[in-house]
């Protein structure tokens, strides 16, 4: 609500009780007893209660007022240093802090501008942990230009990043004792580039296993990018929740080896941090991170975890951190897809093994041989395996489905049969990757030879189904732009239909699913007594919109801006 409405949201509230106020007084008024109203505020306002007590109510209204009053502050901070200082020559003291392929990022230290990241385009060769004045022009990032393009400005304000500041007079005053650990972690990612380097396998296959092992995307050819987004396999380059689990079951296996299951578990999570730590922290590695450490650790105190619960901790500590993230691309997908797979995919698990049930009594029935086969090995350890991969592709693909097309405009029609293959794939993929890295670094030339060719062929044959998903008809259908409106309703929609299956499946319904199910029936008498009215009133709907279609508009033209193109072009190739 901060983001999109730029105000304190203590006026919203303000306005939202007033007229909650007027509402109910009018409602008292205009109150008529033992009258029968199907589609009625009042009737269903007893299962929203349910939810929205008082205390949930309260709680949503100081947590959207502090969050609300983080967003103005880290705003104000960015306002300040567009209006101010764009295109300005400026004196500041700042640490380096990171490098890029192109430039550095530095934290100033200046008073004025103090714990604002900058990026530093600059020839000169600086160190992690430099402590620099420089001099130089600071620039205002690009906003958006043209109609649904790339917005560089809050791209940046994802990384936290302030703008640009262009020097070639720059004093490295000292180096900072404080910030060694950022050489440290500097020289760890290095020294496992180097490993991987050290495999010897094909340049593709080597920028592919830096990508899934430690993120380093900076040597991916355009052809291969090309190829893995249109596929529709991107996440898998993507540090993710599947990274964290290969990590934790190499890690637990030879810590239960050496001190036990229950303690590994400690050591366990201080490695899954250690991990984060050296790799590029991106939201989704968080997310998984602390979703990861969560489960270890209710293991390890004998609690039940709750998926929900450490998501919503895991988002809470990266938006208290920086609330634009709310806008990175990566961190929707992520936190979309895990909570698609945790609420569609034992729904859609049900649905297919109520079908092959079904399906059994009557091929028994019939006595059909080869569906007999079939079905036998679709019972198997294998065949639960291949029906877990492929409900687990259907559930993201499903929740994914409209953010592909509002950031996109596009779906692709064989994504997942292509995700399902893909899936398969990285897993072993990583753990025969860390596993040659592990080999490399104490040089155990005997073991290099099998391991290096696993991972070449599980590389290879990633890179041939990325190719393949390119290639094939239909791989990408463009799509107009669909509005945040349309996007609500989907998931409404998606959320009601699963419900209702779910409903339906269920064997021990409790009161409150029973309820929901005469309801549905209610509905079904009302409409098929009433089935003429109803038609008739959505023709008249039809014909309304499609009036307003034939009605002439106003003119709209929009001028394509060739700079922002080019800029957009370069950023996708990076």
């Known amino acids: 609500m901060g983001l ?3 105000i304190t949201i203590a006026l919203f509230y303000f306005a939202f009780i007033i007229l909650f106020k007027i509402l109910k007084i009018i409602k ?13 505020f009042t009737r269903y306002k007893r299962y929203i209660n349910l939810i929205f007590t008082k205390r949930v109510i309260i709680y949503l209204m100081l947590f959207s007022f502090i969050s609300n009053t983080i967003v103005l502050v880290q705003n104000y901070k960015y306002e300040f240093l567009y209006s101010n200082l764009n295109n300005q020559n400026i004196n500041i003291s700042a640490i380096i802090i990171n490098k890029t392929k192109d430039n550095y990022i530095i934290k100033v230290i200046t008073k004025k501008y103090k714990n604002t990241y900058l990026y530093l385009n600059t020839r000169q060769n600086l160190d992690i942990g430099n402590k620099v004045n420089i001099k130089g022009v600071y620039k205002e990032p690009q906003k958006r230009r043209d109609y649904k393009g790339f917005d560089y400005k809050n791209y940046l304000k994802t990384k936290k990043i302030y703008g640009t500041i262009k020097s070639n007079t720059i004093l490295v005053l000292e180096n900072v004792k404080e910030y060694n650990y950022l050489k440290i972690k500097n020289k760890i990612y290095n020294k496992i580039k180097l490993q991987i380097e050290k495999i010897k396998l094909t340049d593709n296959e080597t920028n592919i296993l830096k990508g899934i092992i430690i993120g380093d995307k900076s040597d991916f050819s355009e052809e291969i990018i090309n190829n893995f987004s249109k596929s529709n396999i991107s996440y898998i380059l993507a540090i993710s929740g599947m990274h964290i689990n290969c990590i934790i079951i190499i890690v637990s296996f030879f810590l239960n080896i050496i ?5 590994s578990k ?9 991990y984060i730590f050296v790799i590029n922290i991106s939201p989704s590695v968080i997310r998984a991170g ?35 993230l709310i806008l990175d691309i990566g961190l929707v997908f992520s936190y979309i897809s895990t909570i698609g797979i945790f609420t569609l995919r034992p729904i859609i698990k049900l649905i297919i093994n109520n079908l092959i049930e079904r399906r059994k009594i009557n091929v028994l029935r019939k006595n059909k041989l080869i569906q007999k086969k079939i079905i036998k090995l679709l019972e198997t350890k294998v065949g639960q395996a291949l ?39 990285a897993m072993p993929i990583i753990i025969s990757g860390i596993i040659a890295i592990i080999i490399s670094f104490f040089n155990i030339k005997i073991l290099m030879i099998p391991i290096k060719f696993l991972t070449s062929l599980f590389i290879g044959f990633l890179l041939n189904i990325s190719e393949l998903g390119n290639k094939l ?18 998931y409404l929609f998606i959320f009601i239909f699963f419900y209702m299956v779910k409903i339906k499946f269920q064997k021990n319904k409790d009161f409150f699913q029973m309820r929901i199910l005469n309801l549905i029936y209610l509905f079904k008498y009302k409409i098929k007594s009433k089935r003429k009215k109803i038609l008739v009133y959505l023709l008249i709907v039809i014909m309304i919109f499609n009036l307003f279609k034939i009605l002439p508009k106003d003119l709209k033209i929009y001028f394509i801006d060739v700079g922002q193109r080019r800029f957009y072009t370069n950023c996708n190739t990076k």
């Not at 205009?30 to 589609?39: M, P, V």
């Not at 001190?259 to 303690?263: F, L, P, Q, T």
């Not at 259907?394 to 899936?423: D, H, Q």
């Open 473 to 490: 008809p239909l791989s990408q259908i463009n799509f107009i732009s669909i509005s945040f409106y349309w996007f609500i309703i989907y």
């Open 266 to 274: 400690v050591l366990t999570c201080l490695f899954i941090l250690f």
């Open 387 to 425: 029906i877990d991969t492929l409900v687990l592709s259907v559930s993201v693909n499903i929740v994914i489905a409209p953010i592909m097309l509002m950031y996109f405009n596009k779906i692709n029609v064989f994504s997942i049969i292509i995700c399902i293959i893909a899936s398969f794939l």
């Open 259 to 263: 001190i036990g299951k229950h303690y």
């Open 4 to 6: 999109y409405c730029k």
């Open 290 to 324: 602390i979703s990861g450490i969560l489960l270890i650790m209710s293991t390890f105190f004998y609690k039940k975890s709750d998926i929900f619960e450490s998501l919503g901790q895991s988002v809470l500590i990266i938006l208290v951190y920086n609330p634009y």
């Open 28 to 40: 008292k008024k205009k109150s008529k007893k033992n009258k029968f109203k199907l589609i009625s």
